[in-house]
């Protein structure tokens, strides 16, 4: 598996320019991002930690001595008082469900990548465990978490998704400072796998974002390609002079039913991260 464990993952809220910047990572010879999957790596997560989690393990340990009694056909004969019986017995290890979990990752996500190329794909569905089952199965993984100014995702999600439901849209907002804090995780371990992206950053200064992100993955891009690519951008949007009080207001007229203090804590974070998004990055290792 060496040549397939190091996956590069990005992961952004909806409406905040994952497909963008997955796009322009595609314009490197060395890299072949996909796009979604329907989040199905969150089911696959539990099932994961079903079979490895300290219980199971403990549990199959101990029967472990009657697994070649069951593959030879053999009766099991228990002990008189003992503690452990065959009631977790397996042909299975640890081992074994690391393998097969990355073999079926690496089959469904890294399909018809040629050798020698980087696979890997975007999803705006995860937010939380995924990523550290991600560095479980892949250690040389690297993640890219993009960010974007949250008034523009909340209006944008608002009008095309929630339809401008405010129980919906209140879901949404609390998702998102869900988010900002996996990504505040992530800055305070000192990561080195995670490089901070932002959305508005790629179309105020491109060549910047764009060596960063060279940088951080160990690659080039075509840049003809990528001006091709933002070319199509509209006019980017005016970011908010206060974001915190452009929040309020979009709660307000949405008639959000949320806590003034999310809202402001959502504004504080997320001018907090965004100086992660300018700050230089290590060398791809």
Not at 151 to 165: A, K, N, P, Y
Not at 232 to 256: I, Y
Request: hydrophobic letters at 40%; charged letters at 25%.
């Amino acid at each position: 598996m060496s040549d397939r464990d190091n996956p590069v993952i990005i992961m952004a809220m909806g409406r905040s320019g994952s497909t963008l910047l997955m796009r322009l990572i595609n314009c490197s010879p060395d890299i072949m991002v996909w796009g979604e999957h329907n989040g199905f790596l969150t089911a696959f997560g539990r099932a994961f930690h079903a079979l490895t989690c300290t219980f199971a393990t403990d549990c199959m340990r101990n029967s472990e001595r009657f697994t070649e009694v069951v593959l030879n056909q053999q009766p099991i004969i228990l002990s008189r008082g003992e503690r452990w019986s065959c009631e977790w017995v397996n042909a299975f290890t640890k081992s074994d469900v690391l393998s097969a979990f990355r073999k079926l990752i690496v089959d469904l996500l890294a399909r018809r990548v040629p050798e020698g190329v980087r696979w890997g794909f975007k999803e705006i569905r995860y937010h939380g465990e995924e990523i550290e089952l991600l560095r479980t199965l892949f250690p040389r993984a690297q993640f890219i978490l993009l960010l974007r100014n949250p008034v523009h995702v909340l209006q944008s999600i608002s009008r095309h998704f929630t339809r401008g439901d405010p129980k919906r849209t209140m879901q949404t907002m609390l998702r998102y400072l869900d988010f900002l804090a996996l990504v505040q995780k992530q800055l305070e371990h000192k990561r080195q796998d995670v490089l901070v992206s932002h959305y508005e950053l790629l179309l105020e200064s491109p060549e910047e974002q764009l060596s960063r992100l060279e940088q951080f993955l160990g690659t080039s891009f075509a840049r003809p390609n990528c001006e091709a690519i933002l070319s199509e951008r509209k006019k980017l949007r005016e970011p908010p002079a206060d974001v915190h009080s452009e929040l309020a207001a979009f709660v307000e007229t949405s008639r959000l039913p949320i806590d003034p203090g999310k809202v402001l804590v959502l504004a504080d974070q997320y001018r907090t991260l965004l100086n992660a998004a300018r700050t230089p990055q290590t060398v791809a290792t």
